[in-house]
């Protein structure tokens, strides 16, 4: 029997619900004794296996979404193509491409839960699993899983570029595992002329070197006030029509100030006209960046720059929002001020907790904005998720350098690892911002794990508690939806090897446990009453436990 199937089986005495516990362990060796393990990764090992010919469902249980709003749900499959699907009990305002494995159409009108059996078949083999639609005032019920364009192209983006990476979203299999929003960053729209010096300032904090001032510069908006794209951008309906066309969802970027952080046009004093243009156009997300909206915070007098007047501007878009034909993701970019994640989920659905990674991702910024979201873990959960932001893994483009090629993040393996384990354990959007273009094996694998990102995409949406917490060793236990536990054991230190242990006591089990090995996708073994992993430089530990099964009296 595998483990999968065990965990739905087994029962602890007098516990009604089933009992495991997951270690985010990478490069798991089963030694002689069953409690030790040797967790070091070896150089560039990839550790998520290939996925196999037969189908395999992935990604969330529930659906969350709006009475009447627009359904775009590609069902995560992988497995050898052509797969057939089919769906029982689908409600009849939906439709499934049987083909292509998407549900579209319009949400029923009235508010209830619609269980649907979705079914893949090829000539390799079968599989079904349950999918829940949750009509209601919520969607977002998981983090959501997509692309952005920032840590990459910068304000080079282009139409092309957004197409390009959404079909290598589907190519590369990270729709399969659950990926699904594709989404412009700042820089899509015109910049004033009065505002281009500004843009290229070599002393700003991200200067626009190398703009292409010829293809963004000019009238920002046209005579009845709708925001204009520039000329790297023709046709925003026909991208959006094509990101759909693949069974995923587009996200766009604004400022409530009147410039974006690159001085391009924002929404102020817009804000109406913009949504309405935004959902006209059909995107799904919009992030929110405070940036130069600090002017008008600035400006107000001393006394009144105040906790409300920096919700101000988010509190006003959540209306506006809302009035829209389709749901549209609001994810509030206004770096963690006023603290946000107390109010945060009265406006939108996800609120960045602090700066932009990219700027300290080589100076400890992972562990350390992980440390802030873990502090202020209960106020993370279903259509209200902390995000610590972006996945800067495989290539990207420093901030200090934009006019670059892209080249490898500086993070070991062991640290690519751990950042991708502790974004599954916070239960934190998954959004990866490296370039599309260069997905080799290795960020496909550390991308792509669907043991791994199923702990992320766990229905309570419970943030990891710490068990023990130092400067050197973190171990994090996630509570889930099946009784479940999911665990990370750190170095954080950057210690060298070192050996991290803990007991089944202090995790809350009270008898020994089958192991499941989470990165490799395989059983490894028991353990009794302790755990000792060895793990190196910045690395982690990860294991599944299942309560040994028990003979009845």
């Known amino acids: 029997m595998n483990a999968l199937k065990l965990l739905h089986q087994m029962q602890f005495p007098g516990n009604p619900t089933i009992l495991a516990v997951c270690l985010a362990l990478p490069c798991l060796t089963v030694s002689a004794r069953a409690e030790t393990y040797d967790a070091r990764v070896d150089g560039t090992q990839i550790l998520t296996p290939p996925a196999g010919p037969a189908p395999a469902i992935n990604g969330p249980e529930v659906y969350g979404v709006r009475p009447g709003s627009p359904v775009i749900y590609r069902i995560p499959t992988t497995g050898s193509r052509p797969i057939r699907f089919t769906a029982k009990d689908l409600p009849a305002t939906l439709r499934l491409d049987q083909a292509k494995g998407v549900v579209t159409g319009h949400a029923p009108a009235s508010a209830g839960r619609h269980v649907v059996t979705l079914h893949a078949e090829n000539d390799h083999g079968k599989n079904e699993r349950k999918l829940?639609?949750?009509?209601?005032?919520?969607?977002?019920?998981?983090?959501?899983?997509?692309?952005?364009?920032?840590?990459?192209?910068?304000?080079?983006?282009?139409?092309?570029?957004?197409?390009?990476?959404?079909?290598?979203?589907?190519?590369?299999?990270?729709?399969?595992?659950?990926?699904?929003?594709?989404?412009?960053?700042?820089?899509?729209?015109?910049?004033?002329?009065?505002?281009v010096q500004q843009s290229i300032n070599k002393n700003q904090k991200t200067p626009s070197t190398g703009l292409d001032l010829d293809a963004v510069v000019g009238e920002v908006r046209d005579t009845g006030g709708r925001i204009l794209p520039n000329k790297n951008f023709p046709d925003m309906p026909a991208l959006t029509g094509f990101i759909h066309a693949l069974g995923l969802k587009a996200g766009i970027y604004s400022s409530p100030g009147p410039r974006t952080c690159q001085q391009f046009e924002g929404?102020?004093?817009?804000?109406?006209?913009?949504?309405?243009?935004?959902?006209?156009?059909g995107f799904d997300l919009l992030k929110y960046d405070w940036c130069k909206y600090g002017e008008v915070f600035n400006a107000l007098p001393r006394d009144q720059q105040t906790h409300a007047a920096r919700q101000k501007p988010y509190r006003l878009?959540?209306?506006?929002?809302?009035?829209?034909?389709?749901?549209?993701?609001?994810?509030?970019?206004?770096?963690?001020?006023?603290?946000?994640?107390?109010?945060?989920?009265?406006?939108?659905?996800?609120?960045?907790?602090?700066?932009?990674?990219?700027?300290?991702?080589?100076?400890?910024?992972?562990?350390?904005?992980?440390?802030?979201?873990?502090?202020?873990?209960?106020?993370?959960?279903p259509s209200s998720w902390n995000d610590p932001d972006y996945l800067i893994l495989g290539k990207w483009v420093s901030p200090?350098?934009?006019?670059?090629?892209?080249?490898?993040?500086?993070?070991?393996?062991?640290?690519?690892?751990?950042?991708?384990?502790?974004?599954?354990?916070?239960?934190?959007?998954?959004?990866?911002?490296?370039?599309?273009?260069?997905?080799?094996?290795?960020?496909?694998g550390l991308l792509c794990n669907p043991e791994l990102i199923a702990i992320n995409q766990d229905v309570l949406g419970r943030c990891a508690a710490p068990v023990r917490m130092d400067d050197g060793v973190w171990i994090l236990k996630k509570e889930l939806a099946d009784g479940s536990i999911a665990i990370g054991l750190f170095d954080i230190a950057n210690q060298g090897d070192q050996e991290i242990s803990v007991t089944l006591a202090e995790l809350g089990i009270?008898?020994?446990?089958?192991?499941?090995?989470?990165?490799?996708?395989?059983?490894?073994?028991?353990?009794?009453?302790?755990?000792?992993?060895?793990?190196?430089?910045?690395?982690?530990?990860?294991?599944?436990?299942?309560?040994a099964k028990t003979t009845k009296p």
Request: hydrophobic share 40%.
């Open 132 to 195: 829940t639609f949750v009509v209601g005032d919520k969607f977002a019920l998981t983090p959501p899983m997509g692309w952005n364009h920032w840590y990459t192209h910068y304000h080079f983006i282009t139409d092309a570029k957004i197409r390009a990476a959404a079909e290598t979203m589907v190519a590369s299999g990270m729709a399969d595992v659950g990926y699904s929003y594709v989404s412009i960053d700042d820089c899509w729209m015109r910049l004033a002329p009065e505002y």
């Open 267 to 281: 929404s102020y004093g817009h804000e109406d006209i913009d949504v309405k243009t935004y959902a006209d156009w």
């Open 317 to 381: 878009m959540a209306p506006i929002l809302a009035r829209q034909k389709r749901d549209i993701q609001l994810n509030l970019c206004q770096y963690g001020m006023a603290e946000v994640w107390k109010w945060g989920a009265e406006v939108g659905q996800s609120w960045r907790v602090g700066g932009d990674l990219g700027h300290t991702i080589t100076k400890n910024g992972v562990y350390e904005i992980a440390r802030k979201t873990i502090n202020i873990r209960e106020h993370n959960g």
């Open 400 to 444: 200090f350098d934009k006019a670059s090629p892209p080249a490898p993040v500086k993070l070991t393996p062991n640290e690519q690892y751990s950042y991708m384990s502790l974004w599954c354990l916070m239960a934190c959007p998954l959004f990866f911002s490296g370039d599309m273009g260069a997905i080799d094996d290795f960020t496909r």
């Open 510 to 547: 009270n008898q020994p446990c089958r192991m499941r090995d989470l990165w490799r996708r395989k059983d490894a073994g028991t353990v009794g009453d302790k755990l000792t992993v060895r793990v190196g430089s910045r690395g982690c530990a990860v294991l599944r436990l299942v309560a």
